[in-house]
């Protein structure tokens, strides 16, 4: 493949130092990677291994330790997110980033359907049209129409996924960051999120995403990258020394 | 993006200060008091910028300086050194070096001001149409019909019934008070705004409707706030960017999620720790 890819990952590390404990954990180490426009790379590995660490990494909600984070921007400009400064890294949150978690983080006064259209706000959209976009992102998403003008926070876990899914689509982000974006889904609506994604692609969005099921990765991703749990806290001490 | 606000290096010392002040207090010595010449050092070395639109979280406990820097920048305080420049419609302001005048205009006609106590931003002898009128009369709007549909609209905006604009701000409860003051804040529409622990004390139901109130205006004026708080929910819910200050001195700064998530100083750490 010759393609330029939208985002190169070399080298990435991350470790925490608590400082009330006096230790260092390691949570990603030396991690290297591609994504592309229109593809979909898959990060596996056990569990400890620092996939989500990697995309909370490129999303800056975590400071790296050590290694580059070089994204194209849509204007052509290499950004490396591990230091571009912070204004810079909120208007590609805003415009080309966009992260969907495993948790739902919503005010519980907020109704599904502003939670859904909080990112459309944000880039200043009207606040029907906005609701308009968010109301088809809903409907693709198989939640019930009763369900749109209230607060997710006694939905189920299910549904919450949905919410969630949904609002990390709706601003139709240049590249997306998935942490278990289907893991307690139903069946048939885990269909519905491989479809949407499929479609996703199709229309260029570059994904880099964790999946709990090795069947997931297997129909999904075009890229595959293994991650390795981190080496010993020694380890690290001496590398860092 | 356009710069609203730059402040560099800004200090304030309260006392005589003397040469070694700034290199015997802060964090590391767990103080903000000269150990050599009893002076406070309230803040130290404070420097960020802010764009159009921006809410910046000043986090930190009673005394670390956080309230100090803000008052500064309205002109509450006088600061020992520092620059801090206003950019405004096409002009820059260099606030420290205006004179008194020049300052009360911006006070009274760029600035916002919401405090915690609102005795400090509201007069108690006069009504609260009154107080929000007082504000458009100092920026030169002198219509009283203008100035009474300016005063009833924000008050609806911020869901004070108008009929009770001829009232006293003492009948009023606490939340209702904050929300006169932010009306009075707003009633010139200004590009910068600064809220000192508006929320701390009120009940929880009135904290989240002042919380939701701010960030409605944030969206539709596109106002620059900068929010000083204690409070880690506060600082969750409003700001994407935050500054840590401890002993008036800045000691971390960063995306408001990173600061929460992936603390890096021993102090951000226990207080992120320590949340409910």
Same mark, same amino acid.
């Given at each position: ?5 939208? $985002? ?30 229109? #593809?979909?790379?898959?990060? =596996? ?9 990697? $995309?909370?990494? =490129?999303?800056?909600?975590? $400071?790296?330790?050590?290694? #580059? ?80 003008? =209230? *607060? ?14 949904? #609002?990390?689509?709706? *601003? ?12 307690? $889904? ?8 491989? #479809?949407?994604?499929?479609?996703? +692609? ?30 010993? =806290?020694? +380890? ?6 | ?25 802060? /964090? ?133 019934? /108008? ?5 006293? /701000? ?92 992936? /603390? ?13």
């Amino acid at each position: 493949m010759n393609e330029i890819p939208i $985002l190169r990952v070399e080298g990435y590390s991350k470790h925490f130092e608590l400082h009330e404990q006096g230790k260092i954990i390691p949570s990603s180490c030396d991690v290297n990677l591609n994504v592309y426009s229109g #593809r979909l790379t898959a990060l =596996i590995g056990p569990t400890g291994a620092g996939k989500s660490t990697v $995309l909370k990494g =490129i999303y800056r909600t975590y $400071l790296s330790t050590s290694g #580059r984070l070089l994204y194209r921007t849509v204007s052509g400009h290499e950004v490396d997110l591990a230091q571009a400064d912070e204004h810079s890294i909120l208007e590609l949150r805003r415009t080309e980033i966009g992260f969907v978690t495993q948790f739902l983080h919503a005010l519980p006064r907020q109704a599904t359907e502003d939670v859904v259209a909080q990112p459309l706000f944000q880039k200043g959209m009207g606040r029907s049209e906005a609701r308009d976009i968010a109301h088809k992102m809903l409907a693709a998403m198989n939640l019930p129409e009763r369900l749109w003008g =209230i *607060s997710p926070a006694t939905f189920s876990g299910g549904e919450k996924q949905r919410v969630n899914l949904a #609002r990390g689509l709706v *601003s139709h982000p240049r590249l997306l960051l998935l942490d278990e974006p289907t893991a307690s $889904l139903d069946p048939k609506t885990t269909e519905r999120v491989v #479809r949407l994604i499929e479609d996703l +692609k199709n229309d260029g969005v570059a994904m880099l995403a964790i999946f709990h099921h090795p069947d997931l990765v297997e129909r999904m991703a075009d890229d595959v990258v293994e991650l390795e749990p981190p080496l010993s =806290i020694e +380890k690290v001490l001496k590398e860092i020394a | 993006m356009d710069k609203v606000l730059g402040v560099k290096n800004l200090s304030k010392v309260y006392g005589p200060g003397c040469a070694s002040c700034f290199e015997l207090t802060g /964090p590391e010595h767990d103080t903000n008091i000269c150990p050599n010449c009893r002076s406070v050092v309230a803040a130290h070395d404070v420097s960020f910028d802010l764009y159009k639109g921006e809410i910046l979280g000043i986090m930190g406990e009673s005394g670390s300086g956080k309230s100090t820097a803000v008052k500064c920048l309205y002109f509450d305080h006088e600061p020992s050194s520092g620059r801090a420049t206003f950019f405004d419609e096409g002009r820059q302001y260099d606030l420290f070096n205006l004179n008194a005048a020049q300052q009360r205009r911006l006070a009274n006609h760029r600035f916002g001001m919401v405090y915690q106590n609102p005795h400090l931003g509201l007069n108690f002898d006069i009504t609260a149409g009154g107080n929000i009128a007082e504000r458009l009369l100092m920026s030169e709007v002198d219509n009283f019909s203008e100035i009474r549909g300016r005063a009833t609209s924000l008050l609806s905006r911020t869901e004070v019934l /108008p009929e009770r604009m001829d009232e006293l /701000p003492k009948n009023f409860s606490g939340g209702m008070q904050q929300r006169v003051q932010i009306a009075k804040a707003l009633v010139t529409n200004p590009p910068l705004l600064f809220l000192d622990e508006v929320t701390t004390g009120l009940d929880l139901s009135v904290q989240a409707a002042i919380l939701d109130l701010i960030m409605e205006i944030q969206q539709e004026k596109d106002t620059a706030m900068i929010v000083v708080t204690h409070d880690l929910g506060v600082i969750r819910l409003l700001a994407g960017r935050t500054l840590v200050m401890k002993y008036g001195r800045v000691i971390e700064s960063g995306l408001t999620d990173q600061i929460l998530e992936d /603390p890096q100083h021993a102090y951000t750490q226990r207080l992120v720790a320590s949340a409910l």
